[in-house]
T-cell receptor
């Protein structure tokens, strides 16, 4: 089973709202990722967690705050977003860094 | 020079033909290489990964890697209309230890 789940599927939020995206995997993978994808562009790395510790932050604005409560869960907390943050947010996991990554279905975020 | 380069296409092939997708990368120290398929509005789906020079086959898909030329390709045999999608080449860069995607090649298989 190579399933990564993400909730919610769709999210509409105002610029003053606080919301969270959730990601879960039960494959025993030790690395988890957040990506942002705009239309007709490739995924763009935001954060990497390895063994539940933040390994890479690609200079993401502080209005995005990642959290890894345990080895199966990854959250992305959103606050004071801008309309240009509207995108598909993808979570992925892999057995370890450098190995194949499996993507979840994504959360389609619209900021109004 | 972009880190991972792909021809954006679209690449059009007739049903039953072989589709050949190509990718070059800049980091000579890269060790792991991936091909993802992405349908419009969906998330990327891993279809092949390759770590060693040479060919790797899985069903109708063959990945080819040439580290000396910094080149990786994907062959799709007996192409079907359902193969029509964007194919993303991804390379795990030695520096930064992160996955970098090419811009993707749009494949259209015509019946």
């Amino acid at each position: 089973d190579t399933e990564v789940t993400q909730t919610p599927k769709h999210l509409v939020m105002g610029m003053t709202n606080k919301k969270s995206l959730k990601c879960e995997q039960h494959m025993g993978h030790r690395a988890m990722y957040w990506y942002k994808q705009k239309a007709k562009k490739p995924p763009e790395l935001m954060f990497v967690y390895s063994y539940e510790k933040l390994s890479i932050n690609e200079s993401v604005p502080s209005r995005f705050s990642p959290e890894c409560p345990n080895s199966s869960l990854l959250n992305l907390h959103l606050h004071a977003l801008q309309p240009e943050d509207s995108a598909l947010y993808l979570c992925a996991s892999s057995p370890g860094l450098r190995y194949e990554q499996y993507f979840g279905p994504g959360t389609r975020l619209t900021v109004t | 020079q972009k880190e991972v380069e792909q021809n954006s296409g679209p690449l059009s092939v007739p049903e039953g033909a072989i589709a050949s997708l190509n990718c070059t990368y800049s980091d000579r120290g890269s060790q792991s290489f991936f091909w993802y398929r992405q349908y419009s509005g969906k998330s990327p789906e891993l279809i092949m990964f390759i770590y060693s020079n040479g060919d790797k086959e899985d069903g109708r898909f063959t990945a080819q890697l040439n580290k000396a030329s910094q080149y990786v390709s994907l062959l799709i045999r007996d192409s079907q209309p359902s193969d029509s999608a964007t194919y993303l080449c991804a390379v795990n860069m030695e520096y930064g230890n992160k996955l970098v995607f090419g811009a993707g090649t749009i494949l259209r298989v015509k019946s």
